[in-house]
């Protein structure tokens, strides 16, 4: 055991009454709905004299598919076998077990389905979610960290740790805290985009650049992460990694696509 290792060993428990229990990974999980609907209403629909009513469709139709998609794409991309044969655990939450490349592709159909709705454009609503997305990201990875899971390998650096409530007695990259950061860092970029941007910016480069950076910083960190179920042990890539491909090969089409398009229009001025 390293002498400059952090000792983990928190509760993902906040309070238990009865067969009740408030737990640190659902509150989390809250904490980025309100966050995400926060910052949409103060920075985004406020600044752009749009109704708020709109605002709360468009956050019933992501919450849904968030949760909806991020359980089932942990389900069938990760643990098939085990959820077909115990199908009562799939509503099962709480207990973790969300893809966020599920919610991802949730995301993208509740989208489709409210614009249809309230006929705003796909592209416009995408490059303003998204800036929330990368916010609820961070929220979801530190409900990570307080479940001591999706934690990495072994490691000898001073800020590795040591999941004691996994049973682990060596310590490993924290890799919840580095997707974190980098999500929180993407998030205050975004917006910072937007709000320099907004009135003259081509629809889906922010939405571009969020599938480029967010599913790369994914990519990249998988490399340090222990495999989430057993298929994935003898895997070059794991089933993160190349669910984030697809993702990053359409953001860097969308921002070729935006900047041929630009230069066509600079040619003709």
Not at 17 to 39: C, D, H, P, T
Not at 152 to 157: A, D, E, N
Not at 190 to 215: A, H, P, S
Request: with cysteine.
């Amino acid at each position: 055991m390293s002498l400059s290792s952090i000792i983990w060993d928190v509760s993902p428990v906040i309070v238990k009454l009865g067969s009740v229990q408030v737990r640190w990974y659902g509150l989390l999980f809250a904490l980025a709905f309100l966050s995400g609907y926060i910052v949409l209403e103060r920075f985004v629909f406020r600044r752009e004299g749009l109704k708020v009513d709109l605002l709360d469709k468009l956050a019933t139709y992501v919450i849904i598919g968030t949760v909806i998609g991020a359980r089932l794409g942990h389900v069938f991309f990760y643990e098939p076998a085990y959820f077909l044969s115990n199908p009562a655990k799939i509503f099962a939450i709480w207990q973790g077990g969300l893809a966020s490349h599920g919610a991802a592709i949730g995301i993208l159909l509740a989208i489709w389905f409210y614009t249809k709705k309230t006929g705003k454009s796909y592209w416009w609503v995408l490059d303003r979610l998204v800036i929330v997305v990368a916010l609820g990201g961070f929220f979801i990875r530190m409900g990570n960290l307080m479940n001591s899971e999706i934690y990495g390998h072994f490691t000898s650096l001073p800020w590795g740790f040591i999941y004691v409530r996994d049973g682990q007695s060596n310590p490993r990259h924290p890799t919840q805290i580095y997707e974190g950061l980098c999500y929180l860092i993407l998030f205050f970029f975004l917006l910072r985009y937007y709000i320099r941007n907004y009135t003259t910016m081509r629809e889906g480069t922010i939405f571009g650049i969020f599938l480029i950076v967010l599913f790369g910083v994914r990519f990249f960190i998988e490399f340090l992460k222990e495999p989430q179920v057993g298929f994935e042990a003898n895997m070059l890539l794991n089933m993160g990694q190349l669910l984030s491909l697809p993702f990053i090969l359409f953001g860097i089409w969308l921002l070729y696509k935006n900047s041929k398009e630009k230069a066509v229009v600079n040619k003709k001025q």
